[in-house]
């Protein structure tokens, strides 16, 4: 159990990186955005695999987002306010309703644990979702090593500029909207690619808390099932 919430947290943190990324001035992208998720760790476990989300929704609306995804019997919307910097993921675990909130400090702390990074942009291009897409190579650099490791970026700036990437130092250097990435949490690897992107106007009722949920801090969610 605690290896399934301590991934689970991982990918709420990814689902954030990606609702926060979409926004940028003076590009008024106003939708939805579904992602397919896919695993290529081929040490992860078929039970665990079969729990892990499989797609995940982002409904864009100026400043705000909501981001949904499922994990077995676990449903999470995360809500993203870009001008705060703070996020609140609802967590529904069989019934046990949680308002997790993230603080802007909770993803400071990440920075601040961050490997070194540098951003190779190259030639190549992909069509997604209808965009056309540059790649980028990322290259990590754990702090007080000499390893290096690459993940990959394909990004789009007809949607945005990319501004609210630095919401994860990994992403932060990108220009664009992210449209399939690469990355590896707790030592599962994990690829996010957007199969559709659909301009509509959103209600603001999308971004709204709904009653029922009992707000905890991150810290105070993870030692409930995440232990420490």
Known sequence: MKKHVQIFLSLLIACIIVTGQAFARGKEFKGIIVYNITYTDGELDPTVLSMM??????????????????????????????????????????GQKYAMQISPEDIEEEIEKSPEVGVEVTDETKEIAGYTCKKAIIKIKEKGTEEEKEHYVYYTDELGSGAMNYNNPIFKDIKGVMLEYAMVEDNVSMKFTAISVDKKNISDKEFEVSEGYRVVTKSEFESMFGGQ
């Open 53 to 94: 989300p499989k797609t995940m929704k982002v409904l864009i609306k100026d400043h705000m987002s909501c981001s949904e995804m499922k994990m077995g019997m676990v449903n999470t919307i995360t809500i993203y306010n870009s001008e705060e910097k703070k996020a609140i993921t609802l967590i529904d675990l069989m």
